[in-house]
């Protein structure tokens, strides 16, 4: 698990190989059949490897409230998206049908609105033949955490 105040950020991912094709394969379905309000925040897949996913998003306009922040709806979205990214990466690159069935979140600190891009670290924290248990974190380019969720999805 990452931690903040000892790993940085993908410290356990950039440890691994990323695999472009498999990246490649989700981004493309993901573009064809994702849900037009997170294609339009347009979530760029960096890193790629069975069971992990880094990606990145920019903060615009479009996901900043009056308080000058990005909402917690939009990063929510963000993290239940890391982990059909994570779901894909499970079976080869292949979105496959599964379903949330819990996706907790805890906001650490504010993203501000000029912060302009943040990264998303998701990851099976236990695989399963019909559950998966996952954690999605946000981290601000200084690289602390500005929030993370644990989930729970099964495959259908």
């Known amino acids: ?23 490649a394969a989700i981004a493309t379905q993901f573009r064809e059949g994702g849900p037009p309000f997170m294609t339009a ?22 996901v900043v409230h009056s308080g000058g922040v990005m909402c917690g709806q939009a990063i929510t979205a963000c993290m239940d998206t890391g ?13 496959v049908p599964f379903t949330t069935v819990s996706l907790n979140t805890n906001f650490e600190r504010a993203v501000p ?25 946000l981290h601000l380019p200084d690289g602390r955490r500005a929030a993370s969720a644990t989930t729970t999805y099964v495959w259908l």
Do not use: C, W
């Open 41 to 62: 925040l347009e979530p760029r897949i960096t890193h790629a490897t069975s069971g992990r996913v880094r990606f990145e998003v920019d903060v615009t306009d479009h």
């Open 113 to 137: 609105a000029d912060v302009g891009t943040v990264t998303f670290e998701a990851f099976v924290t236990k695989p399963g033949r019909a559950v998966v248990f996952g954690q999605i974190d």
């Open 83 to 95: 982990m059909v990214f994570v779901m894909a990466s499970l079976r080869g690159g292949q979105i």
């Open 1 to 23: 698990m990452l931690n903040d105040m000892t790993d940085p950020p993908g410290a356990a991912l950039d440890a691994l190989e990323s695999d472009p094709a498999m990246a």
